[in-house]
């Protein structure tokens, strides 16, 4: 049973553009909701992370978006680079427990 | 402050043998998490371990197993390899238990089974 489902799973962007990546989660006891940016050869990186008492937090070109009672949250990069292409994951966790992963979404930023 | 450091990078194994994969967390850190990632099925959840112990489980066969050192080094160990078990295994680092502060990620070791 998936209990983060990410879309699209990929996703090309003109330069300049804004990038929009969406995640939807089941388990309502989450708390915490990061996403991971990876590059080829490289592992993830946090981004940005979010908790449920926020509807949005905003850190540079990234934003994630969090609606509770969607059950869903998402990231929007605004002003897309071409160096923004990576493949990004949203996760879920609760507590102490280990985070769930979507199964991410390959961003390519054309110019 | 230098990184999570997983060695070896790269390996090839055959069926039916056995790997040792090692992660060395960041200076400090004391909770080192295992995840196996594969272009069909992402990033799943291995093992967590917190002070030498084993804290969470993910749902893997008992032919994954790992341990934690006193000075928080870890290894994970898979036996009888299959050809499954081809995939970027990741380690992850953090200053306490669970993944709720910020995880740091080591490179991982691309590991193919042929």
């Known amino acids: 049973q998936q209990q983060v489902k990410q879309s699209p799973q990929s996703l090309i962007v003109q330069k300049g553009g804004i990038s929009i990546i969406n995640c939807a989660y089941e388990n309502t006891a989450f708390d915490y909701f990061p996403w991971y940016q990876q590059f080829p050869g490289k592992g993830p990186a946090l981004l940005i992370a979010i908790r449920p008492d926020v509807s949005e937090k905003k850190e540079g070109r990234f934003t994630i978006s969090f609606n509770k009672s969607a059950k869903q949250f998402s990231l929007h990069i605004m002003d897309s680079q071409p160096g923004d292409s990576a493949t990004y994951f949203c996760a879920a966790s609760r507590g102490n427990t280990p985070l769930v992963f979507g199964k991410g979404t390959r961003l390519s930023v054309i110019a | 402050k230098a990184g999570v450091t997983q060695t070896p990078r790269y390996l090839i194994k055959t069926r039916g043998q056995q790997v040792t994969l090692s992660c060395s967390p960041i200076s400090g850190h004391r909770s080192v998490s295992w995840y196996q990632q594969t272009p069909g099925q992402g990033l799943q959840f291995l093992f967590e371990y917190f002070s030498e112990t084993q804290r969470n489980k993910g749902n893997f066969p008992g032919r994954f197993s790992g341990r934690q050192f006193s000075n928080s080094r870890s290894e994970m160990n898979v036996s009888t390899l299959e050809l499954g078990d081809s995939a970027l295994y990741l380690c992850?680092?953090?200053?306490?238990?669970?993944?709720?502060?910020?995880?740091?990620f080591g490179q991982g070791t691309r590991l193919t089974v042929v």
């Open positions: 992850a680092s953090s200053p306490g238990l669970g993944l709720n502060t910020e995880a740091f």
